[in-house]
């Protein structure tokens, strides 16, 4: 069952639905907020939009990284029990 939850984001407090456990959803929060604070801190300029658009896109970087990391284990993994099993009929 979802809950509501209040999260804080650039300071600005956000009612989310969850059903994740309220430790996950502000380990979520602390995540958002450090990387944020290290993009934030890397800009010359203040604009809280341009600082989300670029934590998104580094964020989705890494998403898409790990997701092709993690296919091309499972084909690794699918090429080994192959070898495996050719190895075993001999």
Request: overall charge neutral.
């Given at each position: 069952?979802?809950?509501?939850?209040?999260?804080?984001?650039?300071?600005?407090?956000?009612?989310?639905?969850?059903?994740?456990?309220?430790?996950?959803?502000?380990?979520?929060?602390?995540?958002?907020?450090?990387?944020?604070?290290?993009?934030?801190?890397?800009?010359?300029s203040g604009d809280a939009q341009l600082v989300l658009a670029l934590?998104?896109?580094?964020?989705?970087?890494?998403?898409?990284?790990?997701r092709a990391a993690g296919e091309r284990g499972a084909s690794l993994?699918?090429?080994?029990?192959?070898?495996?099993?050719?190895?075993?009929?001999?």
């Open positions: 069952m979802k809950q509501s939850h209040l999260v804080t984001v650039l300071g600005r407090e956000i009612s989310v639905r969850s059903s994740a456990p309220v430790e996950r959803v502000r380990e979520i929060e602390g995540f958002v907020n450090a990387r944020l604070r290290e993009i934030g801190s890397a800009l010359k934590a998104l896109l580094n964020t989705a970087e890494e998403l898409l990284e790990l993994d699918d090429r080994l029990q192959g070898m495996i099993a050719r190895l075993e009929k001999v």
